[in-house]
């Protein structure tokens, strides 16, 4: 039993040992434990110093004024000989058509098929018309001609209508000719009396003309002379057939620009037209009282014409008005006149359907599409078997030139960092080692002009394409500030930007870090610091990166060799 006890005790002195060891190495290694369950902060001194602002922005290489090509109707594409990133010359075939008519020209058929259906079914509708017309009026006459009138019968009354009637024509072809020779007294007299035209547009015109013939003729001249050295150096012994190739360029020159003189004739020759014209027209200005006076006196002459058609109209008008069924000749009448109008409407349409096919057929001139300068395909919009509309981009052709032009979009702030003529900095320039960048023209944004600029950059290299993505720096403004820090340690939320400042204090136990905020304003920013303004001294702490996430107020641990 004693043992028992003594036992018991044993193991209670025990117990409290391993007790006390334990809380005692709680004690000593608490701070160590503590840190371990802490996040790990990086730190840096806030520093001064100065900053060169640059705005870093992202585009796409353009060319600079590329050329479309396109065909004036709408073709079936049978080949296409090109593709994009290709170097062309001019001349070179770019695409071949098919054979066939083009849908144009097709639709200008059909249109010159249905003009002409309608022609023809006007001409019909007016010979039916006149054919009433004359079916009606022998009706009337057979009416006279029986005395069922109740006026004069047999053929005492047929023979009053148709002297009438002849009276009628008589008074209306004196008429017409008195007004034909009013209309043309009065266009002989509106010339003579007219004022002095300005001859200035036409005279520039003809100068113009005829510098540009003379310039033509004296580059066809030119490419004469050089084709004539080099025949007579091709045929010296010895240099037989050395220069076939530049003889056969000068050849194709040559007619290109005879075509040119040609066409610079034709416009001269039209322009020297348009000039005398207007000069003769200068010099009819005459004495006009004795055509006055003559076309005062056919105007007397055609009121009287006129009462005499008025008065023999009227007495037909009563002998015809006797008849039974006049109202149906009168409507018979206008059906022949609306017949006729229709048929000149129709007639009309036609002129201008065939105009228009004569148009299309003439645009027909080969099978071939030829690139019309030196230069790189950038685009091809087109394939074999589709159809190339007309007045549409075929093909896209970049000059030969090293010049290309980007766009981008900056913020109006970040646009006082740079002026036109500043030289930018591309990113990654090791693999664009030739590329010069330049700032060409700052703009308003048109899809925000309040907010932000458009930046035109001019690039040039020989290892620039069209449609590349190109990252440049813009901006080298440097000032100098008093809190510089990194931007990784910049932080925000809801309230604004802050900065995260380790500040410790002493405890028993050992040192107690804690993250405390502080509000900044950004006064400047490069790619890698920012410099702001803040209530601090310049010699604190600044957190920029944490293992954990961790929120104002929070305990961290700094490395250990910190």
Do not use: H
């Not at 054919?131 to 009053?160: F, H, N, R, V």
């Not at 540009?212 to 057939?241: C, P």
């Not at 006797?322 to 017949?339: G, M």
């Amino acid at each position: 039993m004693e043992q028992n006890s003594n036992k018991r005790k044993d193991w209670i002195k025990n117990a409290a040992i391993i007790f006390l060891v334990v809380l005692l190495i709680l004690t000593f290694f608490s701070n160590t434990i503590l840190n371990y369950s802490l996040p790990q902060v990086v730190v840096q001194y806030i520093t001064s110093g100065s900053i060169t602002q640059k705005v870093r922005v992202t585009g796409t290489v353009e060319t600079v004024d590329p050329y479309a090509v396109q065909i004036d109707v709408s073709r079936k594409v049978e080949g296409v000989k090109v593709k994009a990133g290709d170097t062309v010359s001019k001349g070179d075939v770019l695409l071949l058509l098919a054979e066939g008519e083009s849908s144009e020209l097709e639709a200008a058929k059909a249109n010159v098929d249905t003009a002409q259906e309608a022609v023809d079914t006007a001409q019909d509708a007016l010979t039916d018309a006149n054919d009433a017309y004359q079916a009606g009026y022998i009706a009337i006459i057979a009416k006279a001609a029986t005395g069922t009138t109740g006026l004069a019968t047999g053929s005492d009354y047929i023979k009053q209508i148709q002297d009438a009637r002849a009276a009628v024509d008589a008074a209306t072809k004196d008429r017409d000719n008195v007004q034909a020779k009013i209309d043309a007294l009065t266009a002989e007299l509106g010339v003579k009396t007219g004022t002095s035209l300005d001859t200035t547009a036409e005279q520039k015109a003809v100068n113009d003309a005829t510098n540009a013939y003379n310039s033509a003729s004296l580059t066809l001249s030119s490419l004469e002379a050089d084709y004539e050295k080099y025949n007579a150096l091709n045929s010296v012994s010895g240099n037989e057939g050395n220069y076939d190739t530049v003889l056969a360029q000068l050849t194709t020159r040559i007619i290109e620009q005879k075509n040119v003189v040609a066409a610079a004739e034709v416009t001269l020759t039209a322009a020297k037209n348009a000039l005398a014209a207007k000069e003769n027209t200068n010099t009819v200005n005459q004495d006009a009282t004795s055509l006055n006076n003559q076309l005062a006196e056919l105007k007397k002459s055609l009121a009287t014409k006129e009462a005499v058609l008025t008065e023999k109209t009227e007495k037909l008008t009563n002998l015809v008005s006797a008849i039974d069924n006049t109202n149906s000749l009168s409507t018979l009448q206008k059906a022949i006149t609306n017949a006729k109008e229709d048929l000149t409407r129709a007639q009309t349409k036609l002129v201008e359907a065939q105009k228009k096919y004569e148009t299309e057929q003439a645009k027909i001139t080969g099978n071939e599409v030829y690139c019309p300068i030196d230069g790189r395909i950038v685009a091809v919009n087109v394939r074999s078997g589709e159809t190339a509309e007309a007045k549409t981009d075929l093909i896209t052709i970049q000059r030969s030139t090293d010049e290309y032009t980007m766009s981008v979009s900056v913020t109006n702030d970040q646009a006082k960092l740079f002026s036109v003529g500043d030289q930018a900095e591309l990113v990654n320039a090791w693999w664009y080692d030739d590329v010069k960048v330049t700032v060409d023209a700052i703009r308003p944004d048109t899809t925000n002009p309040n907010t932000s600029k458009k930046v035109i950059l001019k690039l040039e290299g020989s290892s620039l394409t069209s449609g590349q993505s190109l990252t440049v720096s813009l901006g080298s403004r440097s000032a100098n500030y008093d809190l510089i820090v990194p931007n990784s340690a910049v932080r925000e939320d809801n309230n604004g930007k802050f900065i995260l400042v380790v500040t410790s204090k002493s405890t028993p136990l050992g040192n107690r870090y804690t993250a405390t905020r502080y509000d900044v304003q950004v006064l400047a920013s490069d790619e890698t610091q920012s410099a702001i303004s803040a209530g601090l001294y310049g010699y604190e702490y600044v957190i920029t990166t944490s293992t954990k996430p961790i929120e104002p107020g929070d305990q961290v641990r700094l490395p250990e060799n910190s």
